[in-house]
């Protein structure tokens, strides 16, 4: 069977998308190759077609990982006033919704924690995805006249994922929902993005 040009490439985005929901779900270590392959609708034998090696497969899922979810929601703030930006991400960030969601979101909380024990290449993957995120978010702040921009952006990135981390890891809902709606308040207080301009 002939295919267009573009088969190939919509196989590997369907099954990139396979794989960032399975690392998600069971984390990079758990991924099997078969089960993302048979997600996507296609035998194991058509992985290497598309990569090289799982660790390729796995490098490549966690770069996929970051094109979508809050990324993307990230890449519409460019167009927004900063301050407007700023709240709608941080609202957006520290949500239940965004809390709860189990097959999209942003990466960073997810792989946090397994980061470390990854391939370089992994490595790459997740280092490429932050630096794009400081670096929006880092704009933004400086347009607010923030002197400190690319300082503080560390530090209001390791915010938004430690509190999603934290209050994914809270059994009790109330108190889950209490910390998102204290550090979204905080955030914004730190931003001086609560008050009137």
Avoid: N, W
Wanted: hydrophobic share 40%.
């Amino acid at each position: 069977m002939r295919y267009d040009s573009d088969h190939k490439a919509r196989t590997r985005k369907k099954v990139l998308d396979e794989a960032a929901k399975a690392i998600r779900e069971e984390g990079p270590h758990r991924v099997g190759v078969a089960g993302v392959m048979s997600r996507a609708g296609l035998t194991h034998g058509g992985f290497y077609a598309h990569f090289a090696s799982k660790e390729d497969f796995i490098a490549e899922a966690i770069a996929h990982m970051f094109e979508g979810g809050p990324t993307a929601k990230l890449e519409k703030m460019k167009g927004l006033p900063p301050r407007e930006a700023l709240i709608d991400y941080i609202d957006f960030y520290l949500s239940p919704r965004h809390r709860d969601s189990r097959v999209s979101g942003c990466p960073l909380p997810y792989l946090a924690v397994d980061i470390p024990r990854l391939t370089e290449a992994a490595r790459q993957s997740y280092v490429q995805g932050v630096r794009h995120l400081t670096d929006v978010i880092a704009a933004h702040l400086s347009a607010l006249g923030r002197g400190r921009a690319d300082e503080e952006v560390a530090s209001v990135l390791a915010e938004l994922v430690g509190a999603v981390m934290l209050a994914r890891a809270e059994p009790d809902a109330a108190r889950s929902d209490a910390l998102l709606v204290r550090c979204r308040s905080e955030l914004k207080r730190r931003l001086d993005l609560e008050t009137a301009h």
